[in-house]
């Protein structure tokens, strides 16, 4: 499945990605309504289910706050692919089961607009648009596990099985 690409730049913080205006929610799909709004006002409008978005360094700092994971993963976004992440976000992704790579190669060179698509078996993303290839570094076994589980909660009581 080929995917999208919206662009971003560096420093992406959680506000750009979930406005504190909107934090008096947890609901996913109220907070997908605003996903990236302060970054792109129209982001949510342009957006179809599956697209990435690719930014620069330090993708998700700022607060601590897992709803701006939330809101990308509700929206529909398939995974982001940055530069770096910052370390709380990183977290909070892999706890909600939202796929991030990170990529510097792969951020430097995609644009907005081309369409990729990331083999997780090769650690792999194929740029269709530039025809060209970049790889990432596989996630240690037990983080592949949470995220294919959805998230740390799903992964925890499939652990103790319930």
Known sequence: MKNKCWKFGNNINTDEIIPARYLNTTDPNELAKHCMEDADPDFIKKIKQ??????GENFGCGSSREHAPIAIKAAGISCVIAKSFARIFFRNAINIGLLIFE???AADNIKEGDEIEVDLTKSEIFDHTLNRRFTFEPFPHEMQEIIQSGGLMNFVKNKIGQ
């Open 103 to 105: 990529c510097p190669e």
């Open 50 to 55: 599956g697209d990435v978005i690719v930014a």
